[in-house]
């Protein structure tokens, strides 16, 4: 099974900056895709950003402009530089990875990291 362990996260004033990684781990051949969700109090998951093997990017457009994901496919880590942040990005920032082979051919399940606290002060 594959594992995803995060570092980063913290307390920072409104319009600071915090860097996020997750590094998967275990028997990988290649991850297809890896990205951020957040889920903030009394709120639903969302997706923050995801990135592709091939460097392909989405944001949501409330970090458009903002947050920059990227990925070190030798390393399988991704990272989230999160800039100019706001109260409202105040959550819980979860590691994803989707469409995992453990080998050229063979699929395994998509891996959730455990969730790092990111709170920005007003």
């Known amino acids: 099974q594959v594992q995803l362990v995060e570092s980063g996260g913290g307390l920072v004033e409104a319009g600071g900056s915090l860097g996020l990684s997750c590094a998967a781990s275990?028997?990988?051949?290649?991850?297809?895709?890896m990205g951020w969700y957040r889920q903030a109090p009394g709120k639903q998951r969302e997706l923050v950003a995801d990135?592709?093997?091939?460097?392909?990017?989405r944001y949501a457009d409330s970090v458009k402009g903002r947050f920059t994901i990227s990925r070190d496919n030798a390393k399988n880590t991704v990272y989230l530089q999160m800039n100019s942040l706001k109260p409202e990005d105040t959550a819980v920032y979860y590691c994803n990875a989707d469409g995992i082979r453990t080998t050229r051919t063979s699929v395994g399940p998509r891996s959730w990291g455990q969730g790092t606290q990111v709170t920005v002060s007003s």
């Open positions: 275990g028997s990988i051949f290649s991850i297809n895709v």
């Open positions: 990135i592709t093997i091939d460097t392909y990017t």
